[in-house]
């Protein structure tokens, strides 16, 4: 960790390795103590994950991070700029004030290494934060693998996913400048919902514009959105022109989370009172989910461990790197080598069928053009891929990351991911959500690798969410419905013929 002090000196109460507290010479079972003071085990789902957390790795609880990590600081060689939709020319930071408060601008493009986390946000983040890293050592057991496997749980969090850790400080910059309402899109609804409990804590409002296939396919986490006050639309929607326009070509459109964002940023830019959030993709994200890695470098520390290999689900990227650029970090100074390992669908491989380019962020083309591994802003993926993970481009500086060789990247069917997920629900406990599967696939895959030849690696998986509100996906899967998308390589060069032709 250097020399910077990135952790927070008040540090979670700690708690006793025993689950059977006393109370004068009364044995209480089922009880934690907390500071000398009898818990019962069972007062939230998140107090249960770190008591399991701190037990599981038989450690002591660690510190919530003082400050997110810019991996970007540590790149010989640097990304490239994103550029002006019209004019394709470098963006300036006043090119992005009216959809960004200017913190979030400020972060999206400095060199600084580490950024102060808040302290309004850090009272928000222990709701939750620090979250558990769990040896998966019943899942090991079903493997016969000599494998040891631990996974970094971001399902405590109110929104059942690691979404929060950005959600929180977006809609707090926001309000610290005075921004009355915030407009986003959402696939599956885990960035939506995360958006939406940020706003009611902070009192902004919030609408969001969901991908019409998830919005039909999961109505809960549109509920849960609605329950902490937001605005639900699905798209694409006849309320704004990029969504009507979309209807009027096709008024089936299963949308995408390229439309969506039209309809967001549109509306973003209309409304001098109104800002726009996004939930993967962009430097700051990426920037803010880092609390996860640098938890996680503590608590691996904390119990002797060093990751051999780190698989982590990608999609626009955040949870992947959140998890693995503190590791990256690490990594460059020599003091670890794991192997880095990206997990994407095969419905939607951006890094492993896409290609590297300029492409713009959304469909309607308003968003600045990103250097990234895309399949065409147009890319719609099918609406029965039940995995999540359907954005068409990579964040820029995980596409960047990958091409300078600091990770790979594969694809897996969604059955075998979903077949990889009930063996984890059925030894470990947790229903995960449609997206971490692949990652838990990918384990599996590993983990098998190693009972053949006899290695002992330590695989650290990122476990990004529940799918508590995904089992009618696992209805499919285990009524036999569920089946792989065959890679349809026609769709893709008609897609990927769009992308604007940028000299770089």
């Not at 929060?164 to 400048?177: E, G, I, K, S």
């Not at 798209?235 to 022109?241: A, E, G, M, N, V």
């Amino acid at each position: 960790m250097g020399t910077h002090s990135v952790f927070n000196p008040n540090p979670l109460p700690t708690f006793t390795s025993s689950t059977i507290s006393t109370k004068g010479d009364k044995q209480w079972p089922g009880c934690l103590m907390l500071n000398g003071k009898q818990m019962h085990e069972r007062l939230s789902n998140g107090f249960r994950g770190r008591a399991r957390s701190v037990i599981n790795v038989n450690s002591t609880a660690i510190e919530i991070p003082r400050q997110w990590y810019n991996l970007v600081a540590d790149l010989a060689i640097k990304p490239l700029p994103p550029l002006h939709p019209k004019t394709f020319e470098p963006v300036k930071p006043e090119d992005l004030s009216p959809l960004f408060a200017y913190e979030l601008i400020k972060q999206e493009v400095t060199d600084e290494r580490f950024i102060d986390i808040p302290e309004e946000v850090i009272d928000v983040y222990r709701l939750w934060r620090p979250t558990p890293l769990i040896r998966a050592k019943r899942l090991e057991k079903l493997l016969d693998t000599p494998a040891r496997i631990y996974y970094k749980y971001e399902g405590v969090s109110p929104a059942g996913s690691h979404k929060p850790n950005t959600a929180v400080p977006q809609v707090y910059y926001n309000a610290q400048q005075g921004v009355k309402n915030v407009v986003t899109e959402t696939g599956a609804g885990q960035w939506g919902s995360s958006l939406a409990f940020a706003c009611s804590l902070f009192g902004l409002g919030c609408e969001v514009w969901q991908v019409r296939a998830s919005y039909y396919q999961k109505p809960y986490r549109k509920l849960m959105m609605q329950t902490w006050g937001a605005k639900v639309h699905p798209s694409p929607s006849d309320i704004t022109q990029a969504g009507r326009k979309i209807l009027q070509m096709d008024p089936s459109s299963p949308g995408s989370l390229g439309i969506a964002i039209s309809e967001a940023v549109e509306i973003a830019a209309a409304n001098d009172d109104t800002k726009y959030c996004l939930g993967s993709v962009l430097n700051h994200v990426l920037l803010h989910q880092t609390v996860i890695g640098e938890e996680c470098i503590r608590q691996m520390e904390a119990i002797g461990e060093t990751p051999d290999l780190i698989i982590g689900c990608t999609g626009g990227g955040s949870n992947f790197a959140g998890l693995s650029f503190p590791f990256i970090r690490e990594k460059l100074k020599g003091k670890i080598n794991p192997v880095i390992r990206a997990v994407e669908p095969a419905a939607c491989p951006s890094l492993t069928k896409g290609v590297y380019a300029y492409d713009f962020g959304d469909t309607a083309g308003m968003t600045p053009l990103m250097k990234m591994h895309t399949l065409g802003h147009d890319f719609i993926p099918d609406p029965i891929h039940a995995g999540g993970l359907r954005y068409h481009g990579m964040a820029p500086l995980i596409s960047h990351v990958h091409e300078l060789g600091f990770m790979e990247a594969i694809s897996i069917p969604q059955t075998e991911c979903f077949q990889g997920a009930i063996r984890f629900a059925r030894s470990e406990g947790i229903i995960p959500a449609p997206e971490p599967t692949h990652a838990i696939a990918a384990t599996i895959q590993e983990a098998v690798r190693c009972r053949e030849s006899g290695e002992s690696k330590v695989i650290l998986m990122a476990m990004c969410g529940h799918g508590h509100f995904d089992l009618a996906s696992y209805e499919k899967y285990l009524q036999g419905s569920l089946v792989d998308l065959s890679f349809e390589e026609e769709k893709i060069k008609e897609s990927l013929a769009k992308v604007p032709q940028v000299q770089a």
